[in-house]
């Protein structure tokens, strides 16, 4: 059964600094791995989507990479903003779970100002 | 387009009461799923929807049900609430489950708490 754990739980970072937020996954038979953004009391997000095929995305400070051999992907902001503070998820889609997204239980990060 | 819509934002119930949430989408998605979202658990998939008139189990599907009876909506019902079942509910749809498929795209969450 597919598995995925997002490291740290928690992340706080003073405004302006580059960070990684970490996503693992225990079956590399994945059709492709996204990463969501959630704000207090809110929906989902959509950030990126990597497809199986590919090795990374990028939306303006937001870059995700994905390495399916060694089950990991991993979210790199530049530059943090305050603005950037919420719950960062990770869901990989396999077809072991009839195809449905898998979710980690999320990174929470705090940008202070 | 308002995109996934969830109705209501927040519901109070007692044990033993039933009620129907209802999601909406106006992208002509063919796909529709529910969650749920509990501390330290994540998100769960209830039972989704492959479309209209089609509805499967997911993770999680004891104590609900589902109905798709037109592509735009998707409701999901509880016949007999426990505490158990005090949680955060997400609908979502997508425009397929293709190898490459496009994301899902979620509504802004039912609260409801059981009591």
């Known amino acids: 059964k597919q598995e995925v754990t997002q490291i740290p739980a928690a992340l706080s970072v003073p405004e302006g600094e580059n960070l990684v937020l970490n996503c693992s996954f225990t079956d590399s038979a994945i059709y492709n791995l996204q990463w969501f953004r959630q704000d207090p009391g809110k929906g989902l997000t959509s950030l990126l989507l990597?497809?199986?095929?590919?090795r990374e995305q990028t939306s303006g400070r937001l870059n995700a990479s994905l390495d399916k051999s060694s089950g990991r992907s991993t979210l790199y902001i530049a530059a943090s903003q305050p603005g950037d503070s919420a719950t960062y998820l990770c869901?990989?889609?396999?077809?072991?779970?009839?195809?449905?997204?898998?979710f980690g239980k999320g990174t929470k990060l705090s940008v202070k100002p | 387009n308002a995109g996934v819509t969830q109705t209501p934002k927040f519901r109070v119930l007692k044990t033993g009461q039933s009620m129907t949430l209802l999601c909406a989408q106006d992208m002509n998605h063919e796909y529709m799923y529910w969650y749920r979202q509990d501390p330290g658990m994540g998100l769960r998939l209830i039972h989704y929807s492959v479309g209209e008139g089609t509805t499967a189990k997911g993770e999680v599907p004891d104590g609900y049900n589902v109905s798709r009876l037109k592509k735009q909506n998707f409701l999901l019902g509880l016949e007999s609430a426990a505490p158990s079942q005090t949680s955060v509910y997400f609908c979502a749809s997508s425009p397929n489950t293709g190898v490459f498929e496009e994301t899902q795209y979620f509504g802004p969450g039912t609260r409801l708490l059981v009591l």
């Open positions: 990597i497809q199986s095929s590919q």
């Open positions: 869901a990989v889609k396999d077809g072991g779970s009839q195809g449905n997204l898998i």
